[in-house]
Structure formats: C-alpha cells, structure tokens
C-alpha cells in the first residue's frame, strides 16, 4: 500500500463524492491513480468565487496537489485533467453507481492502479454510450477481483474444468457446484461462467444470468446496507 508524503503534486484523480464540511468547506472523496482512495478538505470550496467549485465534477479526470498526513487531507488544487467526459442518461446513472461500489468496497488508501485505469476506461465506453448492461458486469467483476475476492469462473469446486452443457449452482463462498450437489447458490449454465471468463455478453442468458450472478456476489460482499443506484438503475431496468 502506498503511502502519501506530506505533500502530493498533479496526482491523477477522479472525484468519486462530495459533503458539505464546517460553513463553506466540502469534504471531497478521491480516486487516486497511486493512492487508491483519499478525503481531503476542500476549504471553501462552497463559497461562489471557489476556484475549486466548478471543478469538483464526478467523472472528469483531473490533477490534484493535497498535504497532510491524517486520514482527512487538505486539498490545495485541481486542474483538467485529458478528454474531458459527458455521461447522460442512463449512462450517468450508470456512473454513479460505479462511484457507489467503489466508496463501499474500495478501503481508502489501497491503491490499486490497473483498477484506476480500468475505471477510466469503463466512464468513456459509458459517455460512448456502447451497452451499458455489459459495460457494468465487466466492471463488477474487474472490481471484485482486483480487490482480491476469489471468482473462479474456469473451474468447479472440485478443480474440474466448466462444461458450457452443464448447469451449476454458484456459491459466494465457494464457486460453483454441478447441479445435483447442492440446492442454494445462484443457478447458471457453465456457458455462462466461461462467457463471463471471456467478458463476452452477447448471449442473452449470459446477460441475463450474469446479471443475477453479480447481484448476489455484490450483496455478499457491500453486506446489509443495499446500494442506493442499484434500486434506481434497476428501475430504469439498466442493471
């Protein structure tokens, strides 16, 4: 895990989310391209004449220069970062809830750089508005198994390779049994499993049951406190 000096300059980041701090100040969360995920103190930022206010925009690469050592950093400046985005729509929706997974599950100050760079590109396929279902299952899966949370895909339980004829039933826990071992678990065609292996969700039952699949594993991990986009993104039935 890396960990910041005093002062960081021109770091790569995203903002992920923002809160009012004290009068005029917002507490700012980051997604750093070498620091993982870092507060910091935007002082006044909530005053009209902020040079930082019209700045703290979600989905828009910037550079940040912050200081200090504490668990809430001060954040000194922003600039543009390259290609600047535009999500609309359900690809907005979209895009807060990948900044929803990535507050609940991603622990602050754990860098994770391929992560960082897979989420960059998941936000222009989402501005290109390129299928946006699929768009999000990739992401998911990228997610869990950056942070380290096992997801075999090639191979059952037993160590067996996936039969793309055979039904399994997938465990959070464990990976998937053939169908007959086990009566809980979500249920799935081995087809499925080795599609998702691929990143490949032409198939509508690959859709459909990797949707339900990453639904499960998402809750076993964020526990009780269900995701406040999920709900809306599925009622624009996008998830």
């Known amino acids: 895990m890396a960990t910041p000096t005093h002062r960081i300059d021109q770091q790569p980041v995203f903002v992920l989310h923002t809160y009012p701090f004290k009068e005029t100040s917002l507490v700012v969360e980051l997604f750093?391209?070498?620091?993982?995920?870092?507060?910091?103190?935007?002082?006044g930022a909530r005053r009209p004449r902020s040079a930082m206010r019209g700045m703290l925009q979600s989905f828009q690469p910037l550079a940040a220069t912050w200081s200090g050592k504490l668990e809430l950093r001060n954040l000194h400046s922003l600039e543009w970062g390259d290609g600047l985005l535009v999500l609309n729509g359900d690809a907005l929706m979209c895009g807060f809830y990948l900044n929803e997974l990535l507050l609940r599950l991603l622990p602050r100050e754990d860098a994770h750089e391929d992560l960082f760079f897979y989420y960059n590109q998941t936000l222009r396929v989402l501005s290109a508005g390129v299928d946006a279902p699929s768009t999000l299952r990739r992401f998911e899966l990228r997610l869990l198994q950056q942070l380290g949370y096992a997801l075999p895909l090639l191979e059952d339980v037993h160590g067996g390779l996936i039969q793309?004829?055979?039904?399994?039933?997938?465990?959070a826990e464990r990976g998937a049994l053939p169908e007959g071992e086990g009566g809980i678990g979500v249920q799935l065609a081995g087809k499925t499993l080795l599609d998702m292996a691929s990143e490949d969700y032409a198939d509508p039952v690959t859709q459909q049951q990797s949707k339900q699949l990453m639904r499960v594993l998402l809750a076993h991990h964020l526990g009780d406190k269900p995701l406040y986009t999920r709900q809306l993104l599925m009622d624009l039935q996008e998830l």
């Not at 793309?164 to 465990?171: C, G, K, N, S």
């Open 32 to 43: 750093s391209r070498e620091f993982g995920r870092i507060a910091a103190v935007a002082k």
């Open 164 to 171: 793309p004829e055979v039904d399994y039933r997938y465990l």
